[in-house]
């Protein structure tokens, strides 16, 4: 293991503030989109800003996808998100989604990476209603010490009926 200084470690607060800006930014693309404002410039700028597609390999799995279950570029990230190029998808971020809440099952920081893992909550604006998705999101630190995402996992849980 490389030799990290101590303002390169990440910490616990920087993950849970690095998943509220992630929520906040799904939010802002579904309102942007509403308002028929430029959502598709907003959710590039939030790859950019917080996946680490410019600095190497992200795996991204994301909960709606089936067919092309892995999205490893940013065109393909994109298109998941907004629409795209993935002909299945239809715009995640579109919904338009009110709020979304993160509860962590567990943390794991190793110097300048980490793992959270746990569930998160996507509130429908028309319903109000929350759907309960289970995440993985892996983290590292950029030249700059920035936090990016290069591990993306979400999926539906499990659901015997099914």
């Known amino acids: 293991m490389k030799n990290v200084a101590t ?9 849970i503030n690095a998943q509220k800006t992630w929520g ?16 598709k410039a907003l959710a590039a700028k939030t790859l950019d800003t917080l996946y680490g597609y410019d600095e ?21 990230a994109l298109s998941y998100f907004v629409t795209g190029i993935v002909h299945e998808d239809h715009g995640f971020a579109l919904q338009p989604w009110s709020k979304v809440r993160f509860e962590n099952s567990g943390i794991i920081i190793d110097n300048d990476s980490a793992i959270a893992m746990g569930n998160y909550y996507f509130t429908d604006s028309n319903t109000g209603k929350e759907a309960k998705v289970e995440f993985t999101f892996g983290y590292f630190k950029d030249e700059n010490r920035k936090l990016l995402i290069n591990v993306h996992h979400s999926s539906f849980p499990y659901n015997p009926t099914h």
């Open 7 to 15: 303002d390169d470690r990440i910490t616990k607060e920087e993950v």
């Open 24 to 39: 906040d930014a799904i939010v802002s693309i579904g309102k942007a989109y509403s308002n028929k404002g430029d959502y």
């Open 56 to 76: 190497g390999t992200v795996l991204f799995k994301p909960t709606k996808a089936s067919k092309k279950q892995f999205r490893l570029t940013k065109e393909d």
